[in-house]
């Protein structure tokens, strides 16, 4: 228990630091879970129960300076490719997401979470979570209208000549000037900044512009405030999310969740030196439980999976060092439920800002993987890929695991490949399979 009122202080700037670092998550989870045909505001409010539930639990429980929330490249996950992509509708994405905190909690509970990180070779690690980053940027270029259909090319750049890649670039420069400044807060700020340069052309536009942009306008605005949407509470499909055609989705959350949650915990010890007399992060096994309760939650309050974030470095860098941090970020959290209103005005483009630039923040564990080395640079290649060119995350995983097994058996290290990797690659062609 803390009583240094000093090192108080402390904790509860560290707090709010980390609340302005993340707080752009209630922006573009609802904007990425909407597309799936989600009510936005139910979306909003389980997005931030999520956040608070997680975050006080690691706080209280834990006892660690991080905050959990519906985790970016998850939602791209929950909407594109489980919704959009395997034809499950969202009560049973939903459901694939409660099954998925149940497996974790598992894994969690009972040590298994050990032995299958250590299976799974470190650079495919990196390979998948740049590959995460790379999907969601590519959507977020989408969204917005940047990157558009080309029936030559699949793709090409949109004309410039459009307000709305102009509006983007204006946002994303914006945001980027913030980054390089180390302005706390930058993405919140710049999905604002953008917003207010978006309004115009809704205002403009409208409904006549030959493209649907996706920008709001005020006609039928009434209110900045309205109660919270528990519309998506227990509306997953629990039993419906078990059909055999659905395992690759349970699969996905649960593992991407597992690779995601291990290597922020690593990273954040790392950067703040919080290592246990072993050498790992301080209370891993508690966080990890945390980790997994908070996608169980997630499942059934309506969101995508729950998942430590990185951005809690903010907080950290600020001095936050105990539990403390995460439970005075979670509260600050709270007053966002009665503001769905107002943050339904946020257009697409500007929230495609925060997709894009978080997505190169993903980028960095590239440095990780020794690209001198095919046996190691072609696997984390294909997973890094074919996760956005594939619109898959499966496929990116599971074209990592098989081609790195099948260069080292041809690479006469059969040895080296453990058990739990080979049952790890069973699953694979399975998920290939069905």
């Given amino acids: 228990m803390i009583t240094d009122k000093k090192q108080i202080k402390t904790e509860l700037l560290a707090g709010l630091s980390t609340f302005l670092a993340t707080f752009y998550i209630v922006l573009v989870n609802p904007a990425i879970l909407s597309e799936a045909g989600m009510p936005f505001s139910g979306v909003v409010t389980a997005t931030v129960l999520v956040t608070f539930f997680g975050s006080l639990m690691m706080g209280v429980y834990a006892k660690n300076p991080i905050v959990v929330a519906p985790g970016m490249g998850m939602n791209a996950f929950f909407t594109y490719t489980a919704v959009k992509g395997y034809g499950l509708s969202y009560e049973q994405a939903l459901g694939a997401v409660f099954w998925a905190g149940v497996l974790f909690l598992f894994l969690s509970l009972f040590k298994a979470r050990e032995k299958i990180v250590e299976a799974i070779p470190v650079p495919l690690r990196h390979a998948v979570s740049a590959g995460i980053g790379l999907f969601i940027a590519f959507i977020g270029f989408q969204n917005a209208h940047f990157v558009v259909d080309n029936p030559s090319t699949l793709v090409s750049l949109a004309s410039l000549k459009d307000p709305v890649p102009l509006t983007f670039l204006a946002g994303l420069l914006f945001t980027a000037i913030l980054l390089i400044k180390r302005k706390t807060g930058a993405i919140v700020y710049g999905i604002f900044f953008t917003t207010l340069l978006a309004w115009p052309i809704g205002r403009w536009w409208g409904d006549a512009s030959p493209i649907n942009y996706g920008i709001p306008t005020l006609v039928n605005y009434t209110s900045a405030l309205a109660w919270p949407d528990f519309g998506l509470f227990f509306k997953a499909d629990i039993l419906g999310s078990m059909k055999l055609a659905f395992i690759p989705v349970i699969f996905v959350f649960a593992f991407t969740d597992l690779f995601d949650s291990i290597s922020t ?16 992060p301080t209370n891993m096994r508690k966080s990890l ?5 908070a996608t169980l939650f997630a499942g059934i309050s309506g969101s ?4 430590a974030f990185i951005e809690s470095a903010v907080g950290i860098g600020q001095g936050g060092r105990t539990g403390l941090t995460a439970i005075f970020a979670a509260v600050l959290f709270l007053p966002l439920l009665f503001i769905s209103p107002l943050l339904s005005l946020i257009p697409s483009v500007a929230s495609s800002v925060a ?3 978080v997505g190169s923040f993903m980028m960095r564990p590239v440095l990780q993987i020794n690209w001198s080395d095919p046996g190691e640079a072609i696997p984390c290649f294909l997973s890094l890929v074919l996760i956005p060119f594939s619109y898959s995350l499966t496929l990116g995983i599971v074209f990592g695991f098989i081609s790195w097994t099948l260069f080292q058996v041809f690479s006469g290290k059969i040895k080296e490949i453990s058990p739990v990797l080979w049952i790890i690659n069973l699953l694979s062609l399975f998920l290939l399979w069905i």
């Fill in 355 to 357: 997709l894009v630039l």
């Fill in 304 to 307: 995508s999976p729950g998942t």
């Fill in 265 to 280: 915990f690593v990273g954040l010890a790392e950067a703040s030196g919080m290592k246990d007399e072993n050498g790992n």
């Fill in 289 to 293: 439980i945390t980790d997994s309760a």
